[in-house]
């Protein structure tokens, strides 16, 4: 029986498989129309079917086709927890971490509680004026406020606040309360949202190179211990060139209030 | 030819040869002529080439054949023992449907 023109019409890879046995077969068989359809057949199944081709089990072939193994299902099924845990304790992680850092943002600093923000007015201001090495120093805006409009429901102030950058200290909270600089200090160093800049700097500073007015004259107690009065203007100085205060502000804080 | 069992179905219109040519092994290995002999000699029925290799491409792709080392031009091909189980499931399944058609006619 003339089979090469049959054997051609299957996929190579095929015939590396099979086509030696095939044609000890074919030797032995009488030609016959049927015979040859079936050859014919038997090639366009194996060209429909190319992993029949490669003459791996369906196991190996299937490994292959995908790459490296899939783990066995049970191991699979305990990457996913693993993985599900680890996700959710470190949404939780966060989540915790996120509320611990509000808290404690929130916390009370120097004895003074941050209270709901219900600003209509405050009871007190007084002006802050602030000179690093001879150039005028503004206070930022929301001081003393808790962090992030975002979290609306845990907003809120403490008794020393800033609502605009203008120099301002509100004094809020109970009127037998008095406060010092050094809680506004203290209040601006832990208010995360704002330039502590000059706070930072006023703490590296000695004590020496500090100057305090208060309505205009020297005080030569330590910053911190200034009391702050309503309507009063406190000046600081850090370093050189000096530019003392020239009088007390009198009257209104200007537009801030 | 003998109806093609449900656990072959896989094989699709291959399942029938597949079965006859696991039955031809089941004894011994054969090489693909000896197939051929032994099931025209179980059945009085020919199996064709082109039907028989693309028959056995898909048992040893499956796993139920496997070759063995090749003796001239012609390599052999024996069970494995998922394919003796195989088809001991099968010859199983066909021999209680045989007993339950034969109880049918009888009452019949």
């Not at chain 1, 038997?42 to 791996?56: E, Y």
């Not at chain 1, 910053?223 to 309503?230: G, Q």
């Not at chain 2, 179905?9 to 002529?33: C, D, M, N, Q, T």
């Not at chain 2, 195989?86 to 109880?103: I, K, Y």
Request: glycine share 8%.
């Amino acid at each position: 029986m003339n089979v090469e023109w049959l054997l051609r019409l299957y996929p190579r890879a095929w015939r590396a498989l099979y086509e030696d046995e095939f044609r000890a077969v074919l030797d032995r068989q009488s030609p016959s129309p049927r015979s040859m359809l079936d050859i014919a057949r038997g090639a366009l199944d194996a060209h429909l079917h190319p992993s029949l081709r490669t003459g791996l089990p369906r196991r190996e072939w299937r490994r292959r086709r995908r790459g490296p193994a899939a783990p066995p299902r049970h191991r699979r099924w305990w990457l996913a927890s693993v993985l599900t845990t680890l996700i959710a304790g470190g949404c939780a992680y966060f989540l915790c971490e996120s509320r611990a850092t509000t808290v404690a943002a929130n916390a009370p600093i120097d004895g003074i509680p941050c209270q709901p923000l219900a600003h209509a007015a405050s009871r007190a201001y007084c002006h802050l004026r602030l000179v690093d090495h001879g150039r005028p120093v503004v206070l930022p805006a929301g001081i003393g406020m808790s962090d992030s409009s975002a979290i609306l429901a845990g907003r809120c102030s403490y008794g020393l606040w800033t609502r605009t950058a203008s120099n301002v200290v509100h004094l809020d909270g109970p009127s037998t309360r008095v406060y010092t600089l050094g809680q506004f200090c203290d209040i601006w160093s832990r208010t995360a949202h704002v330039d502590a800049t000059f706070v930072n700097r006023l703490r590296a500073t000695p004590a020496n190179a500090i100057h305090v007015y208060v309505a205009g004259k020297g005080v030569s107690a330590d910053y911190r211990d200034v009391i702050l009065t309503d309507r009063e203007q406190v000046t600081i100085e850090i370093g050189a060139p000096l530019r003392p205060p020239a009088s007390r502000v009198d009257g209104a804080l200007g537009n801030d209030l | 030819m003998m109806p093609v069992n449900l656990d072959l179905s896989e094989l699709g219109r291959f399942s029938e040869p597949a079965l006859l040519i696991l039955v031809s092994l089941a004894p011994g290995a054969k090489h693909g002529y000896a197939m051929m002999e032994d099931i025209k000699a179980m059945t009085g029925a020919e199996m064709r080439a082109g039907t028989l290799y693309a028959a056995l491409n898909r048992l040893e792709h499956h796993g139920l054949i496997e070759p063995l080392p090749s003796e001239d031009r012609r390599k052999p091909y024996r069970l494995t023992t998922a394919g003796a189980t195989a088809l001991r499931e099968q010859l199983t399944n066909l021999s209680a449907f045989a007993r339950l058609g034969l109880q049918r006619l009888a009452t019949a």
